[in-house]
């Protein structure tokens, strides 16, 4: 006798049989996945979108590749080092045809830098990684890069940018949306793309690196969490990404399904303003004064990081879906340093410090955040608003839509100034380009020059500053490294943000289905391989 | 003295209330709509002295008691009887305080909505003429669009807070009134008090504010009832959406929307509770407010 229990699982099974329009998998060697979200084009230089350049890999290679936590790993190019100060030189890797039967070549590179560049119409271009730079052909497999100052991220750069035959250099994204130009040399090669409904791939047999297991690759966007969980128990599908968090106890624990987990870099942080210029209104006395802004003295600023049970969220807020943080980097990530532990909750000493900066009395806080922009953001600051008031800090939070809120942060206070006192937002290095996080938050403001674009609260160490400034510009990689993980220390040490947690990203799939993953939360298919 | 004469068969009918009263409690809903109502006024006014916590303390609520099932103890000791929501706030509580906001909310957007409507259904309905058609097409502009989409637009221009959600409220409802009100007041108009009125040359303030208003107030009365149970329901959705009121004082909307996320993982008590004292308020000022508009409207009246 079957028993009848109504529960989330019930739930989930009903949706699943309601999703009969689902194909199930053909064949062993037949792979169908199921995407949160679809690419914008299949135009690889079209848009600079996390889910574009992801399926962009399955078709395309760069010169250089990033293997799962963003470390630099050779693609089109087999190697590739700095010739002088200002040049470096990528010998290209021999014998690659696209799937359309060319060659690869030097030319391809350079037509593909052009094609980048100037795409029609782009929400966010490409050329950013491309300007600056020049492009000569040395010969047929030696490809130089020369910038006007010394520049150790030439590489990273190059790892952005996917690679198309040359005889596609005048392509409409519209040509590569439909497949007339959609030749790169990636593991995978193009069938077809109907949006909203379905993306195919082939096997590419001639891979030069180790070809993918499966015949034909399915890939169906599915937006509703609990939906693409329900796809995966009806069989309809074999992989999906980001697993709701009330939908993986019932995941975990259900036969034949693996679930797969792994600490993203995606950080969720607070900044808390540290000049007396301008005086804002959410710090204030008791009675409602607008005061100078405390986390002035980095002793408050501690007593904030102290007060924060971090694990307490973890735990409570996450579901466990979120890992305490301490610095920019997780474990294992580019820019990660041994030494930065996460703070532990002391309450008790939150409070002292606090009474060390002058503010035994406490005084009254509001904190800012966006609603729905990361994962359980909302909560997140109400908890922390808890974890506040219980060392005397009297706080309110003001959430808004994410639109608005980071115009707010960025340039809401008079004179187009960041305008929060204190506010939680997150960051995600993109590009894996490891001076990333320096350079953009934690680099004294200095807007001409690039430096300190998202450095909202006026945190300012000269010597922090030149370690990243050397670092920027040594053509010695490992020496960078080294300073920029110095200067990490020293920024966290006297909290120029307050780390919160690293999201955790989940994967699920059948039984018999592995997949590699690391410090990136987006899918990338040919790391999904059946088992051994 | 004359005009007294004059104007005695447009006196409107006294002792509204007390036919209420007394044809309210002839029916066993409405009695039990009427108590119900005067359970949650009371439990919302003295809020502070009923619920077992304060659900607005940060510095007592704590995550670590987060989503507690009915019945379960607090670190505190004290028993959440409805159990805990997500930021570990007592549900019984939160209920007790939202109903609060959720009152005051919705009966503060009603009434200045009803002073203002009133104040242009009137003019308009006076005047007449071009005064009346420029009055008129504000109103028509203003109910050809949704009212949820016209409170998202102005909050998501004020920002959040129980006094903004106010502002909206009322600027999304005092068209109905305006509308409702002129309708009432040109049917007036045609009665041969009013000419009266107008042949004895009292001055235009007089007439509008003697006669003119209480003999087109009583549908009023019964819309104002009415709408103050579908603002209660539009500030829920507001804060369901997340634009109401800030989340650290959580409205019956917003915890009803706090709660949804835990339906699936089995956390019932967050969204169930709120829901059923949400659907209980709004039911019964919508009876209470059907009664009203029974004897209100001779047709209807039994």
Not at chain 2, 38 to 65: C, G, K, W
Request: charged share 20%; hydrophobic share 45%.
């Amino acid at each position: 006798m079957r028993k009848f229990i109504f529960g989330p699982e019930a739930l989930l099974t009903a949706a699943a049989t309601s999703l009969g329009i689902l194909a199930g998998p053909v064949s062993a060697s037949d792979l169908t996945v199921a995407l949160a979200a679809e690419p914008t084009s299949m135009d690889p230089h079209y848009q600079n979108l996390t889910i574009n350049n992801s399926m962009a890999t399955q078709v395309y290679d760069a010169l250089v590749l990033q293997d799962v936590n963003q470390n630099l790993v050779p693609g089109l190019a087999a190697s590739w080092e700095p010739v002088d100060e200002r040049t470096w030189e990528f010998k290209l890797r021999a014998g690659v045809t696209f799937h359309n039967g060319a060659a690869f070549t030097a030319e391809d590179v350079i037509a593909t830098m052009q094609r980048a560049a100037n795409v029609p119409n782009s929400p966010s271009s490409f050329a950013t990684f491309i300007k600056g730079k020049t492009f000569e052909a040395v010969n047929d497999l030696t490809l130089r890069v020369s910038t006007e100052k010394p520049y150790p991220f030439t590489p990273n750069d190059m790892s952005r940018i996917s690679i198309i035959d040359s005889a596609f250099v005048d392509a409409t994204t519209e040509d590569f949306n439909t497949g007339v130009a959609s030749y790169g040399t990636g593991p995978f090669t193009f069938t077809k793309w109907l949006p909203g409904d379905v993306i195919e791939l082939s096997r590419n047999d001639g891979y030069w690196g180790a070809a993918v297991d499966w015949d034909n690759v399915v890939i169906r966007p599915i937006g509703d969490g609990t939906t693409r969980a329900a796809a995966l128990i009806a069989g309809d599908v074999d992989f999906i990404e980001r697993v709701a968090p009330a939908d993986l106890p019932t995941l975990e624990s259900r036969d034949g399904l693996s679930v797969f987990k792994s600490v993203s870099n995606r950080l969720l942080y607070m900044t808390l303003h540290m000049t007396d210029d301008p005086i804002k209104p959410y710090a204030t006395d008791h009675e409602g004064n607008p005061i100078a802004s405390p986390f002035r003295d980095v002793r408050a600023r501690e007593a904030v990081s102290l007060a924060i049970n971090r694990q307490a969220i973890a735990d409570r807020v996450m579901d466990g879906l979120s890992a305490p943080a301490g610095q920019f980097s997780p474990e294992g990530y580019i820019g990660y340093s041994a030494n930065l532990e996460p703070d532990a909750h002391d309450p008790d000493r939150a409070r002292e410090l606090l009474a060390e900066a002058g503010y035994g009395d406490g005084f009254k806080l509001t904190i800012h955040g966006p609603a729905g922009r990361y994962s359980n953001d909302t909560r997140i600051l109400e908890a922390i608003a808890q974890m506040l008031s219980r060392i005397g800090i009297d706080t309110d939070v003001e959430t808004m839509p994410a639109s608005v809120f980071f115009r707010r942060f960025s340039r809401g206070g008079p004179g187009d100034t960041p305008e929060f006192t204190a506010a939680m937002s997150g960051y995600a290095n993109g590009s894996g380009e490891p001076s990333h996080p320096l350079r953009i938050f934690i680099h004294t403001k200095q807007r001409e020059r690039g430096y300190g674009p998202g450095n909202r609260n006026g945190y300012s160490n000269p010597e922090v500053d030149k370690l990243i400034e050397d670092g920027r510009s040594s053509m010695d990689i490992a020496m960078g490294e080294r300073a920029f993980i110095q200067a990490t220390e020293i920024a966290m040490r006297e909290y120029a943000l307050v780390p919160i947690h690293h999201e955790i990203a989940t994967w699920a799939a059948r039984d018999g289905i592995a997949y590699e993953h690391g410090a990136l939360d987006s899918t990338f298919i040919h790391k999904i391989r059946p088992q051994e | 003295m004359s005009e007294a004469k004059a104007v005695s068969a447009g006196r409107p009918e006294t002792g509204l209330l007390s036919k209420f009263v007394r044809s309210d409690l002839s029916r066993p809903t409405t009695l039990i709509s009427g108590i119900l109502l005067l359970l949650i006024a009371a439990s919302a006014t003295f809020a502070p002295l009923i619920a077992p916590t304060d659900p607005y303390d940060l510095a007592t609520v704590s995550v670590l008691d987060g989503r507690l099932a009915p019945g379960e103890e607090m670190l505190d000791g004290t028993i959440a009887w409805l159990g805990t929501d997500g930021a570990g706030r007592d549900v019984l509580s939160a209920i007790i305080f939202g109903l609060r906001t959720s009152l005051t909310v919705a009966i503060s957007s009603a009434l200045i909505a009803l002073v203002v409507g009133l104040a242009v259904g009137l003019t308009a309905a006076f005047y007449g003429g071009r005064i009346d058609a420029f009055l008129m097409r504000i109103v028509d502009i203003q109910l050809s669009f949704p009212a949820i989409l016209v409170a998202l637009v102005l909050l998501a221009l004020l920002g959040k807070g129980v006094d903004k959600v106010i502002i909206a409220l009322a600027i999304v409802q005092w068209a109905l009134y305006a509308r409702t009100v002129r309708a009432a007041a040109m049917v007036e108009r045609r009665k041969e008090y009013f000419e009266a009125a107008i042949c004895l040359e009292l001055s235009n303030a007089r007439i509008i504010w003697k006669h003119l208003l209480p003999n087109s107030v009583s549908s009023l009365i019964v819309l104002a009832t009415l709408q103050t149970a579908h603002s209660i329901s539009i500030e829920a959705t507001l804060s369901f959406l997340g634009v109401g009121v800030p989340i650290t004082e959580p409205s019956l909307g917003s915890l009803i929307a706090n709660g949804f996320d835990y339906i699936l993982s089995g956390a019932y008590w967050i969204t169930f509770f709120p829901g059923v004292m949400l659907l209980a308020t709004v039911a019964a000022i919508n009876v209470l407010g059907d009664q009203l508009r029974a004897m209100v409207n001779p047709r209807l009246s039994r």
